[in-house]
């Protein structure tokens, strides 16, 4: 469990610092920034897959029924690891606080619902891009994690990352609907992560 922990933890700190340099690639409005950023961030995912770190959606569409359990502390390790980074958007001297605002308030506007339905899309990505980089073809990686961005798809562990880095005082006014919001992603990232399992005949995939 310790180990499965720090592994969680580290590929937390992976996605959040992809995340920060997404935020500090210019994300400076409501809307989701540069292609420069979309294509930087995909360093987090580099970086799960080269040290094999455990991700919640990198993990979740190949998890058996004896390991549910798991994806809860891999969530978990994957949040404390992204607060780790967070922390730094205190120091910096860049505007990473309000990017990460304007992309909370977004999430906000779209609704839990939405948020939920787009967080599909970006588990089917995610899943895809780890089977491929699983059998040494990265492209997929390198276009998904992009895709996903460009699209608008939501990510609950980059997502974990930019809500810690938002202000206390707009939690503390906004705090059941983002974990509303944030509860609705991990769902839909869940099922997209499965997608392919629900989709193609069982003798198409080891579960």
Known sequence: MIKLLRSSIFAGIAIGTAGFGFLASGVQSEAYGS???????????LTVVGYRLKLYTGTAGFIRKNEVGDLFLILLGNIIGCLCVALLSRVTPLEIQAAAQNILEL?????ALRCGLLGIGCGFI????????????????????????VCGFTHCVADAFYYLCVPVAFWKAHAL??????VCIVLGNLVGCNLYRIVLAKDQYDA
């Open 126 to 149: 995610m899943t895809t891009a780890v089977q491929f980089a699983r059998q040494k073809q990265y492209l997929p990686l390198l276009f998904g994690v992009p895709l996903f961005i």
């Open 177 to 182: 609907q983002i974990l509303a919001v944030y």
């Open 107 to 111: 999430r906000l506007r779209t609704g």
């Open 35 to 45: 292609l420069v950023g979309a294509v930087l961030f995909s360093f987090g995912l």
